[in-house]
């Protein structure tokens, strides 16, 4: 794949990450909202675990060394970025680093909110083999963390809009 059609696939995704980032800032004034039979959380922990999962993701990728990834096959990866597009509900638990604190402010959001438009814009600086370490689906380099970013995040915003509905 010639470099300009790999920018141009990474910028749609970038957009399309940036458009989601907009839509959980405009949830951001229903933070306190929960439904019990959706999810155990508040739309403001959603928020909040979906830019800390997108903010150290990013800042994984951009300390890794792009010489020491190397493709392997991954079943979970394929199932779930591949044929399903999706994460499946109930299935997995965050891990701790980005699971947030009790005591979530609407400032403490909007942080998390600028830090990640100006995260997603790194992404174009970095080279296609930078990566991170996915616990269930192995190191992801640049384009299927960018897609990954975007499976993640509208996954928890398909539960916001659940819980505001």
Partial sequence: MNKTLLLNLNNNAMNQLQSQINELESYIDKHELKKESVSNSTV??????????????????????????????????????????????????????????????????????????????LLNGFEKNNYFEHPFFGKLNLKPTIKFLGIHTNHHLEIIRDIVK
Avoid at 63 to 72: A, I
Avoid at 78 to 103: D, Y
Wanted: glycine share 2%.
């Fill in 44 to 121: 403001a922990w959603q928020i909040e675990h979906s830019l800390l999962t997108l903010n150290m993701i990013i800042n994984a990728v951009k300390k890794s060394n792009p010489n020491e990834y190397k493709w392997s096959l991954n079943m979970n990866r394929i199932l779930v970025m591949t044929i399903l597009k999706k994460i499946p509900r109930g299935r997995a638990k965050a891990p701790k680093i980005v699971q947030p604190t009790e005591n979530i402010s609407i400032e403490s959001l909007k942080n998390h909110i600028e830090k990640a438009r100006e995260n997603i814009l």
